[in-house]
């Protein structure tokens, strides 16, 4: 059994589920709540930061970029021609290109101000950081939120996937961002035809479904949320 | 030729540096301000962010975690014994999950805050965000440090380096942020001694001597920045 330590509004924790849905595998999930900073949690990943994956034989493996790494490196060839990360050193090279903007730019820019102000702020005791949103932040996020949609839609409109002919781990951690987002009832949908088109196929995925399930205490995700027809 | 968009206290391109000198590669280097927003490097590479590699041929890699994987695929095997990126999957968790620490961990609560705050904010027009350094978050920095440098201590306490029995990304990915702050004199040398001692080996190391010559216009590094006995 492979567990994976994830909080259902961490966009890397859900890129690993839709990467370990792929892998047609069914972590045991444990929701971490990373402000807490558990003693225990933080002895299984002194960074304290979902997610995190234990794999049978206990190898702990922390972070989206080296789970993805891990189970190519471990798993890679069993999926054959559709494997997630392509042959080709210079295709590799696109894939982690696009990972890199969506973990980390798309995140930063966006995800991460929205996740925080809307969400984490109501649960957060006030010393931690805890209160109301900053609404300048969430303002923000929303006006960045457009470019990145234009982008995936001239990336979408030029190929069958976000990274080339494949799917691969730059569909997933690109739409792991936006099922956040969407979550929060924040993605444009009208921006961009492309991208909307693009994220219906990716949100078909049976891979997708747990995503779909996610509901937390209190919080309600919006109508087009689970809805494959938005 | 190998060229290399870099800015010489942007601790991601001094990574690659390191990389590259390992290899016993010397790049050409092109020094790119990324807050001017050049077209030309946004051609290149659309997040607008050092480093950014191109290589012979054409192939444009960008960000410190592609451009050290790709070397790995490409040039890995090369190095024998040396290879920067060990053979087994445990191992490579390792050495990524300290590369993540340090690319994002230690850069975002430490050297991004003392370079933007410190140095870039004086290059930069004022409409982009320059002007006096906000000496909060210089102070945030330099407590933050502390923890990083005890945690370098005890890795290297333990291990000959820091991800294990031989160099690897992560020692050059630790060094290189370490290597930006010294530069503006703000490591704490006298936390950790094994934390001192292990940057004094990585500091000797004939792949460091190009950014132990670096200067900045009207910006000096302290005295012990180019001292290999600091």
């Known amino acids: 059994m492979i567990t994976l330590y994830h909080h259902p509004l961490c966009p890397h924790s859900r890129f690993v589920r839709l990467l370990l849905g792929e892998y047609g595998i069914t972590p045991e999930l444990i929701e971490e709540k990373t402000y807490e900073r558990r003693r225990e949690f933080l002895i299984l990943d002194p960074a304290g930061?979902?997610?995190v994956l234990v794999e049978q034989g206990g190898i702990v493996?922390?972070?989206?970029?080296?789970?993805?790494?891990?189970?190519d490196e471990t798993r890679g060839l069993a999926l054959g021609r559709h494997r997630l990360l392509p042959e080709d050193p210079a295709s590799?090279?696109?894939?982690?290109?696009?990972?890199?903007?969506f973990h980390q730019k798309f995140f930063h820019e966006v995800t991460n101000w929205l996740v925080t102000e809307k969400v984490y702020k109501r649960y957060m005791p006030r010393e931690r950081g805890g209160g109301?949103?900053?609404m300048e932040l969430v303002r923000a996020a929303r006006t960045n939120i457009r470019t990145?949609?234009?982008?995936?839609?001239?990336?979408?409109?030029g190929?069958?996937?976000?990274?080339?002919?494949?799917l691969s781990h730059a569909d997933l951690a690109a739409a792991a961002q936006l099922s956040c987002v969407d979550f929060l009832g924040d993605v444009p949908w009208e921006e961009n035809e492309?991208?909307?088109?693009?994220?219906?196929?990716?949100?078909s995925r049976p891979a997708f479904r747990s995503l779909?399930?996610?509901?937390?205490?209190?919080?309600?995700?919006?109508?087009?949320?689970?809805?494959l027809d938005f």
């Open 132 to 134: 109301a949103p900053e």
């Open 49 to 51: 930061q979902t997610p």
């Open 212 to 227: 779909l399930a996610d509901r937390l205490p209190g919080l309600s995700p919006t109508a087009v949320y689970a809805d």
């Open 92 to 101: 590799r090279v696109e894939v982690r290109r696009l990972c890199d903007w």
């Open 148 to 157: 990145h949609m234009r982008y995936i839609g001239y990336l979408a409109g």
């Open 194 to 203: 492309t991208a909307k088109l693009w994220y219906a196929r990716v949100k």
């Open 159 to 166: 190929r069958k996937w976000l990274a080339g002919e494949q």
């Open 61 to 71: 493996v922390p972070g989206a970029g080296p789970i993805a790494e891990y189970f």
